[in-house]
């Protein structure tokens, strides 16, 4: 078993990859997403969290509501993509604990009474498989179009409940025309890597 992505690989997954702004009008189909999903959800989380939620925006009228919620640069995007997501935390994860942590019969208790330690560590375990779904998503062959630009609590009101909290909006689909931005710059190792 080999260890190594082939130059490939990497490429599709990170130096060739970026955001993507347009999309074709190609459907993004169920079995995809089942696809993406079946890939993210091995990426690991504390105690296994898992908190990551999911929201596809499928209809129309729920196209529509969510458009509203998207700041002016994105809200076309959005309108025009074959398919959105929105990313949630679900704050109740500790409620899955005895299935996804079940050697450690506690775990569900620890959380239980404090929704503020929930949250904290619902948000940090959550960006990370948002991060793993976009992953997922390039990994699949379909572009990702991650955004923050947008009212999360409009769209918390709208298409979730109290106890999630909208993290991102994602646009997939196959990319369009003139996709691409032109990459940005990236720090180099020495900026960030420190040894001790």
């Known amino acids: 078993m080999s260890f190594v992505l082939d130059p490939a690989a990497q490429d599709l997954l990170f130096r060739e990859a970026r955001t ?21 959800k091995y990426g690991p989380t504390s105690m296994n969290q898992s908190p990551l939620r999911v929201t596809l925006v499928r209809s129309p009228e729920a196209r529509e509501r969510l458009v509203q919620h998207m700041a ?17 935390a679900d704050n109740e994860f500790h409620e899955e604990l005895p299935q996804l942590f079940p050697h450690f019969p506690g775990a569900k208790d620890m959380f239980a009474g404090d929704r503020s330690m929930r949250e904290g560590q619902a948000s940090l375990n959550a960006a990370l498989q948002a ?31 109290d106890d999630h909290t909208p993290l991102m909006v994602v646009n997939i689909g196959r990319p369009g025309e003139n996709a691409w931005f032109p990459r940005s710059p990236r720090l180099e190792y020495d900026k960030v890597v420190t040894t001790v």
């Open 72 to 88: 002016e640069g994105n809200a076309t995007k959005t309108a025009a993509a074959p398919l959105v997501a929105i990313l949630s």
């Open 131 to 161: 991060a793993y779904f976009i992953i997922g998503v390039r990994a699949v062959g379909l572009a990702a179009g991650p955004m923050t630009g947008c009212d999360f609590e409009g769209i918390r009101k709208e298409f979730l409940d």
């Open 20 to 40: 993507a702004n347009t999309f074709t009008d190609e459907p993004v189909t169920d079995e995809q997403i089942q696809a993406i999903y079946d890939l993210v």
